[in-house]
Each structure stands twice: as structure tokens, then as C-alpha cells.
């Protein structure tokens, strides 16, 4: 008899956390850090240009992070779920994205297999999900190898006071789509009925099928009317995407193409990083606005495998300037040449190594960047 119960409350216990097993808070992270060595060297408006940094490398592979996930299980399909992620400089502890607690994501929403996903919060962009990782191996990652340094809105662009929603995947294609009410910072109220809120769109279609990886995006956003240059105000910057991958098992290519108008979505902060570039026109910032900017951008790549464990990645990106627009930002071609190697040590930890070379650096004729880095990161 005593059996009997024990196996029946076994068994009830077992059937109540079954039962609960989609109702889950989980704490992960990123930990990266290793040697960084990178060098300005040029010109900018007659200035000569001769710095060399050697540090600690913070967040290249991954950047650095912890946050807490989870779901619950409302029946029927439907879950709740909620996603806060930290930020964070590995060498001084200090928050990361504008010293914001979860300025990486802080997001609540619905998810259900039948209809989809609808998130309400601050996140990336639907580029920066759907085509970074096609466009090339870097990704959004990899310093100044990250895609950010030429398709600007696909380079870890994070929007503010955001809905989103993104359909289930259907046949291989997935559709997102969103809208932010202020981009950057806290929604602004007007009393003159002027617009002081950076309003965003961002929207996209991939598609993956076996070895087939495809992703287009757009997005746009427009400046509010307080901005301090009258030329800035209410200028509507756009962006668009075209990217495709295939992987042949010994090697995966890596293609993209797209353009982007009157500004720049969000700077790579390994072209922006030295401290002579801030006060002067080489320096391109997020949400920067410039009327009449037009710039095409290119991208190829490859990645390998290497043994069991390791992986060999290459890649050429191109932003080539077609109109300077009224702020004459530069008329010189951008182009940045990396390889990277990544090496598994275990399923959370690896080492890698990244060599990159830019130059025309942010559109400046004869600005050079060179960048190496090795590093060792660490997930949990």
C-alpha cells in the first residue's frame, strides 16, 4: 500500500512538472575578453593622424552580457514571455548602451505557434536579426569586421519604445515587422504640436531552407523637429537590404548589396573609437542625419571549417559614397578586408583571432584603420 502511494505521488509529481515545464526563468550571458591592438593612421581636414592603441579587448566576438529569459504556459498555443538583457565593459564593470540597465533588450509579449510573436520594448532591428549573420561570417560582431561598417541599420541597431511582431515560419519564409514611437530615449510630449520624437520603421523577410539562408530588409526613420541644424529636421533616412548565403559543407558563401539615404543608422563604434575622431566630421553617429546622402553597400564573404573544431572566416565590405549630402561627409569609398578564426574549446568556450584593415575610413580620403585582436569567450 505504501508503494502504491509512493508511485502514485511519483507519478503525480512528474506529471505536474511535465506540465510546467514551459514555465521557466533562465540566467545566461557572455563573457569576452582578450588583447586589442588598432591604429588611425591619415588624414582629416589637413590634420595628420598618427595613433596606435594596444589594450584589453572587451566583447569582439560576442559582446558582453547576462539577462534573464522566460515563458509561461497560458494554454491553448499561447505563452507569455519576457526577455531583459544587461550590457556590459569587461575591463570596468560598467553597464554598456548609454549606461541603460537592460539597454541590450528589455522586452514582455505573446508568442503562439499558430500566429506568431508580438514583443513590446526596446530590441534590435528586424536587419539585424534577419540579415547580418546572411550578409557575412562576422555578423554584427568582430570589431570593425562587423557588418555595421557598411549596412549601418543591420549593425546591432537597437530602437527604443518598440512594437514588434514576427510571423511563424512558414515553408522556410518568416515576415517581422516594427514601429517605435521615440528611437533613442524616452517618448517626448509637445505642447507647439511640433514632432520631438524620432519615429522608426523596421521590416524584413527571410527565408532558410537547408543549405539556402535569404533575408531583405527596410528601415527608416525620421528626425524630429527639434533637431538644432534646420536642415535636419523631419528628414526621413532609408535603408534597404538584399543579402543570400550558401553553405556547400567545405565552404559557405556569403553575398549582399543595399543603400542607404539621407543618414546613418547606427556607427560601428571600432571606426568611431579612437578619441581624435570624436570632435571632427570623420566621426558618424547613431541616428545622424544628412539630406541628399546616398551610399551604396557591398559585401562578400566565406567561412570554412577547419578540423573538428576550429573555423576560418574572410570577408570584403564596401560603403561607396554617391552623394557627400549638405554636410559633405567625404566622397572616398570605404572599404574594410578581415579574416577571423574561431576555435572550440568546449561547447561554451572558444578562442579566435580577428585581423581587419580599413580604408577611406567613415568616407575620409587616405584615413586607414588596422585592428587585431585575440580573445577568449565564455557562454553560460
Request: hydrophobic residues 35%.
Amino acid at each position: 500500500m505504501k508503494k502504491s502511494l509512493l508511485t502514485a505521488a511519483l507519478i503525480a509529481g512528474f506529471a505536474a512538472t511535465a506540465a510546467h515545464a514551459d514555465n521557466s526563468v533562465t540566467l545566461y550571458g557572455v563573457v569576452d575578453g582578450g588583447v586589442n591592438y588598432q591604429s588611425f593612421d591619415g588624414s582629416v581636414n589637413g590634420k595628420n593622424i598618427d595613433n596606435d592603441y594596444v589594450g584589453m579587448a572587451d566583447g569582439i566576438n560576442s559582446g558582453n552580457r547576462w539577462g534573464l529569459k522566460g515563458t509561461e504556459d497560458l494554454g491553448n498555443g499561447l505563452k507569455a514571455l519576457f526577455q531583459l538583457e544587461s550590457g556590459f565593459n569587461l575591463g570596468t564593470g560598467q553597464s554598456g548602451q548609454g549606461s541603460r540597465l537592460f539597454g541590450r533588450q528589455a522586452t514582455v509579449g505573446l508568442q503562439s505557434d499558430g500566429w506568431g510573436q508580438l514583443e513590446f520594448g526596446r530590441q534590435t532591428n528586424i536587419a539585424s536579426k534577419y540579415f547580418a549573420g546572411v550578409a557575412t561570417p562576422f555578423g554584427t560582431d568582430f570589431g570593425q569586421a562587423g557588418v555595421g561598417s557598411a549596412f549601418s541599420a543591420a549593425g546591432s541597431h537597437r530602437l527604443d519604445n518598440m512594437i514588434m511582431y514576427q510571423t511563424p515560419t512558414i515553408a522556410g519564409f518568416q515576415l517581422g515587422l516594427g514601429y517605435s514611437f521615440n528611437a533613442d530615449g524616452n517618448q517626448q510630449i509637445s505642447s507647439d504640436g511640433s514632432q520631438k520624437n524620432t519615429r522608426s520603421w523596421t521590416t524584413g523577410l527571410r527565408y532558410g531552407n537547408g543549405p539556402l539562408a535569404a533575408a531583405l530588409v527596410y528601415d527608416r526613420y525620421k528626425s524630429p523637429d527639434s533637431e538644432t541644424d534646420v536642415n535636419d529636421r523631419g528628414v526621413s533616412v532609408n535603408s534597404w537590404s538584399l543579402a543570400a548565403s550558401y553553405d556547400f559543407k567545405v565552404v559557405k558563401v556569403y553575398a549582399a548589396g543595399g543603400q542607404t539615404r539621407n543618414g546613418w543608422f547606427s556607427s560601428n563604434s571600432s571606426l568611431n573609437g579612437a578619441s581624435y575622431l570624436k570632435d571632427n566630421s570623420a566621426n558618424i553617429s547613431s541616428f545622424d542625419v544628412n539630406d541628399n546622402l546616398k551610399v551604396n553597400s557591398y559585401s562578400l564573404g566565406v567561412s570554412a571549417p577547419v578540423g573538428a573544431n576550429g573555423e576560418v572566416m574572410a570577408s570584403w565590405m564596401m560603403a561607396d559614397i554617391k552623394d557627400s549630402g549638405i554636410h559633405n561627409w567625404g566622397s572616398n569609398k570605404q572599404n574594410v578586408y578581415s579574416v577571423g578564426y574561431t576555435y572550440a574549446l568546449s561547447k561554451r568556450t572558444n578562442v579566435y583571432a580577428l585581423g581587419s584593415y580599413a580604408n577611406n575610413v567613415n568616407f575620409q580620403d587616405d584615413l586607414k584603420a588596422t585592428q587585431f585582436a585575440v580573445g577568449l569567450r565564455h557562454r553560460f
